[in-house]
């Protein structure tokens, strides 16, 4: 089940706002960026980069995921590892709110999201 309105708008602004101050220079841009999608019940940060062998064709490296999980009202946090699947966050597995996952990627405390 998909998030509600309410959530799916505090997403985007949260989001939007993460966003504005972490994307690099407009400049910069096509080198690399910042992007987020919301998919279902789950909100995806990820960079895109131009492909090392073919400039031109973008790839998109998922950075964090988070999930709703309704029944219990809070976001399940999870990182993508190189076995290219999400595995569940150990230090901090469920926030509260999606502000509280922005701040947990941001801190990336035990350098599991941006490596």
């Given at each position: 089940m998909a998030i509600n309105i309410m959530q799916t708008l505090d997403v985007i602004e949260t989001l939007?706002?993460?966003l504005s101050e972490?994307?690099?220079p407009e400049e910069m841009r096509n080198q690399i960026d910042l992007a987020y999608k919301i998919e279902n019940q789950s909100?995806?940060?990820y960079e895109i980069r131009p492909r090392w062998d073919k400039p031109e064709v973008n790839i998109e490296t998922?950075?964090?995921?988070?999930?709703?999980?309704?029944?219990q009202q809070y976001w399940s946090v999870y990182w993508m590892r190189?076995?290219?699947?999400?595995?569940?966050?150990?230090?901090?597995?469920?926030?509260k709110t999606i502000k509280e996952f922005i701040d947990l990627?941001?801190?990336d405390k035990h350098n599991c999201f941006w490596g």
């Open positions: 939007e706002n993460f972490k994307r690099p909100v995806i940060v998922k950075v964090a995921k988070a999930t709703f999980v309704k029944a190189s076995d290219l699947k999400w595995h569940i966050y150990q230090p901090m597995p469920n926030v990627i941001e801190e």
